[in-house]
């Protein structure tokens, strides 16, 4: 297992060390993804673009979130190796006092071993998945733990009832017996009430940038996509942890995809830090 600090560049320049319940971490993989490769790009992509945005909201500093960006983890690409090693991460963090959690990956394989780690520490019950396809395959290519098996790994970690939906508009024929039995908002006649109420009460959002109707991304859906006011408009309520995952970088700095990510995790860090520094 390696964990590193690609770059000196830190989420929002946040700190690398110090104490804090909330941590920034980065999960470098892109293993299982076989239609778009460069997710594990990701991650650092996000931190550059942070650079060229400003720090606050609503006269609200980054810095008073009390968040420490503690760097990325590269495992293995071996889908088992993977899991263990992004679960002993996790443990680590835990460890050291952390409790919420805003991740950038990778591909969205990089959900479930975080979903089941803080279900193990009674940290989640509740789950929202933004995404433009179903990701609901029992397996892909001979993995039950790949990016198109991520929304059914998480259902079954937490249970179906717990667990929504939201903009899919892609679905393979495979997975519709399934997803009959999930919460599903579909992106072509969306409800933005119904996903206001959802957001708010999940433990735990996850967002893959192919929600947007134009992204680079490991799989694009370009139609009936929702826009990045949509869904930073939904972002509310006490939250565990936040992910966001799949974009596929054009250039390190400047990148619209990358951007987005960056504006979404300055409001993640709201909902997950805590100005006066409980979090």
């Known amino acids: 297992m390696s964990v590193v600090n690609i770059t000196n560049w830190s989420l929002f320049g946040l700190p690398r060390t110090g104490k804090s319940k909330t941590?920034?971490?980065?999960?470098?993989?892109?293993?299982?993804?076989?239609?778009?490769?460069?997710?594990?790009?990701?991650?650092?992509?996000?931190?550059?673009?942070?650079?060229?945005?400003?720090?606050?909201?609503?006269?609200?500093?980054?810095?008073?979130?009390n968040s420490i960006d503690v760097g990325d983890l590269i495992p293995g690409p071996d889908s088992s190796v993977f899991v263990k090693e992004v679960t002993a991460f996790l443990g680590d963090l835990w460890n050291e006092g952390f409790r919420k959690f805003l991740v950038l990956g990778g591909n969205h394989a990089i959900t479930i071993p975080?979903?089941?780690?803080?279900?193990?520490?009674?940290?989640?019950?509740?789950?929202?998945?933004?995404?433009?396809?179903?990701?609901?395959?029992?397996?892909?290519?001979?993995?039950?733990?790949?990016?198109?098996?991520?929304?059914?790994?998480?259902?079954?970690?937490?249970?179906?009832?717990?667990?929504?939906?939201?903009?899919?508009?892609?679905?393979?024929?495979?997975?519709?017996?399934?997803?009959?039995?999930?919460?599903?908002?579909?992106?072509?006649?969306?409800?933005?009430?119904?996903?206001?109420?959802?957001?708010?009460?999940?433990?735990?959002?996850?967002?893959?940038?192919?929600?947007?109707?134009?992204?680079?991304?490991?799989?694009?859906e370009p139609h009936s996509g929702m826009t990045l006011s949509q869904v930073l408009g939904t972002l509310s309520g006490k939250k565990t942890g936040i992910d966001i995952v799949e974009g596929i970088p054009q250039k390190f700095f400047g990148d619209d995809t990358s951007t987005a990510a960056a504006l979404i995790a300055r409001k993640a860090l709201f909902l997950l830090g805590d100005k006066n520094g409980s979090n």
């Open 23 to 65: 941590a920034v971490l980065g999960i470098v993989y892109d293993s299982t993804s076989h239609i778009g490769k460069g997710a594990a790009a990701f991650p650092i992509a996000i931190r550059l673009a942070t650079h060229g945005i400003e720090w606050e909201e609503n006269n609200q500093s980054v810095h008073t979130t």
């Open 114 to 220: 975080v979903i089941a780690f803080l279900k193990e520490k009674k940290a989640v019950k509740t789950y929202v998945q933004f995404d433009a396809h179903a990701d609901s395959r029992d397996e892909d290519r001979g993995t039950k733990q790949s990016f198109a098996c991520t929304f059914r790994r998480v259902s079954e970690i937490l249970g179906a009832e717990n667990c929504s939906l939201v903009g899919v508009r892609s679905i393979a024929e495979e997975e519709t017996a399934f997803i009959k039995k999930s919460n599903v908002l579909y992106g072509e006649k969306l409800d933005m009430k119904k996903v206001n109420e959802h957001v708010k009460r999940a433990d735990y959002v996850s967002i893959d940038m192919d929600v947007f109707e134009h992204a680079s991304v490991t799989n694009p």
